[in-house]
C-alpha cells in the first residue's frame, strides 16, 4: 500500500520529464524511503533540500546534452547559445562604452570632467558606491564570457550574476523611492536583457553540458570583432545611439552572417542556432521597442526615429526568419 510520503515524492518527481521518470523514477523513490520507518512515513514530508535538488535535476534533464532525447538536447543546445552569444554582446558593450564615454569626457574639457565626476561626488557616499559599482560590475560580462569558453563554469556563473546585478538599481531605487522610473517597460526589458542571459547561462552549462565552443572563430577574435562593431556602431551613427542601439547592430550582423552561412552548409552545424539566435533577437526586439515607443509623436531628432524605426523592422525580420528555420529544426527528423 502506498504512503502518503511515498505519494508526495512521486508528486515532486513529476517535475521530472516523463523519459527521466520512466528511467529512474522507481529507482529515486525507493532511495527517498530507504531505511525509513513505514508507520511513520504518513507523518513525514520530502525535505526543502530534497525538493530543491529534484528541481535542479528537473532543469538539468530538460536543458539536456548528447544522449537526452532529441527535443530536450536541442532545447539544451539553443539554451547554452543564447546564453553565450547574450553574454558576448554584453561583454563588448561593458568594455566599450565606458572607454568611449572616458575618451569623450577627458577631450572635451573641465566643464565636461566636472559634469562626468559629479556623478560619483556629492550625493553620499551611498549613492557614490552604487554609480562606482555600475561602471565596475558590468565589467563582469567579459569575465563571464572568457570563463565559459575556458570551462570555468562556476566563475562563469558568479561573474554573469555580479554583472547583472546594475541593471535592477532603477527598480531598487524607485521601490526606495529614491528615483522614479519615468519609462517602466524600458527598465524592466533591460533587466530582462541581462538577468536571462545570466539566468540562461547558470541553468543551462550545467556539469552534464559539454563545453561552451563558438561556432567559429577564437574567444579573444570574437570579442574584439564585437568591440569594433559595438564602437563604430556608436561613433560613426552618435544620434540614433541609445543603450539597445550597438547590441542589435551586432546582433543583427551575426545573425545575418549566420544565416548565410547556415544556407551554405550541407551539414546541420551546431545544433540549436537557430533557436538560439530567434530568443536572442525576440529579446533584444522588445528593449528596441520599449526604448523608441516613448518617443514616437514627440519632437524628436530625426536620425534617432529613422534609426530606432529601421532596426525595429530589421530585428523583427530576422526573428521571423529565425524562428522559421528554429521550427523547421526541432520538426526535422
Known amino acids: 500500500m502506498t504512503t502518503l510520503l511515498e505519494a508526495r515524492y512521486r508528486t515532486v518527481l513529476r517535475l521530472l520529464p516523463a523519459y527521466y521518470r520512466r528511467e529512474r523514477e522507481e ?3 525507493e532511495t ?3 531505511d525509513l520507518d513505514r508507520d511513520t512515513q504518513d507523518q513525514s514530508r520530502p525535505t526543502f533540500g530534497e525538493v530543491a535538488s529534484i528541481a535542479a535535476l ?30 558576448l554582446l554584453l561583454a563588448a558593450s561593458a568594455v566599450v562604452t565606458p572607454v568611449l564615454q572616458l575618451t ?5 574639457g573641465g566643464a565636461e570632467r566636472r559634469m562626468f565626476l559629479s556623478g560619483f561626488t556629492g ?3 551611498v549613492a557614490g558606491t552604487v554609480a562606482v559599482a555600475g561602471w565596475i560590475l558590468p565589467l563582469g560580462w567579459t569575465v563571464a564570457y572568457f570563463a565559459l569558453l575556458h570551462d570555468r563554469r562556476r566563475l562563469a556563473r558568479t561573474a554573469a550574476l555580479v554583472a547583472a546585478l546594475p541593471s535592477l538599481w532603477p527598480l531598487a531605487g524607485s521601490l526606495t523611492g529614491a528615483t522614479i522610473v519615468s519609462e517602466p517597460a524600458f527598465v524592466v526589458t533591460l533587466v530582462l536583457l541581462a538577468w536571462l542571459p545570466a539566468l540562461a547561462l547558470c541553468a543551462a552549462h550545467h556539469r552534464d553540458a559539454p563545453p561552451a565552443r563558438l561556432p567559429a572563430g577564437t574567444p579573444g577574435l570574437a570579442l574584439m570583432a564585437t568591440c569594433v562593431l559595438t564602437g563604430a556602431s556608436q561613433v560613426l551613427l552618435p544620434g ?18 549566420w544565416l548565410l552561412w547556415r544556407g551554405r552548409r550541407t551539414d546541420p552545424g551546431t545544433r ?26 514627440l519632437p524628436t531628432p530625426a536620425g534617432y526615429l529613422v534609426g530606432g524605426i529601421g532596426q525595429t523592422a ?8 529565425l524562428t522559421i528555420a528554429g521550427r523547421r529544426e526541432l520538426t526535422a527528423r
Open 314 to 321: 530589421a530585428l523583427a525580420l530576422l526573428t521571423v526568419v
Open 123 to 125: 550625493h553620499g557616499i
Open 58 to 87: 528537473a532543469v538539468r534533464s530538460r536543458l539536456g546534452a548528447a544522449g537526452a532525447p532529441r527535443r530536450y538536447a536541442l532545447l539544451g543546445s539553443g539554451v547554452r547559445l543564447f546564453a553565450l552569444s547574450a553574454v
Open 272 to 297: 540549436g542556432g537557430a533557436l538560439a539566435l530567434a530568443l536572442l533577437g525576440l529579446l533584444l526586439l522588445a528593449v528596441r521597442v520599449a526604448a523608441l515607443y516613448p518617443w514616437l509623436g
Open 27 to 29: 529507482e529515486m523513490v
Open 104 to 108: 569623450w569626457t577627458f577631450t572635451r
Open 32 to 34: 527517498y524511503l530507504w
Open 240 to 257: 540614433a545611439a541609445d543603450l539597445v542601439w550597438a547590441p542589435a547592430n551586432c546582433f543583427a550582423l551575426g545573425a545575418l552572417g
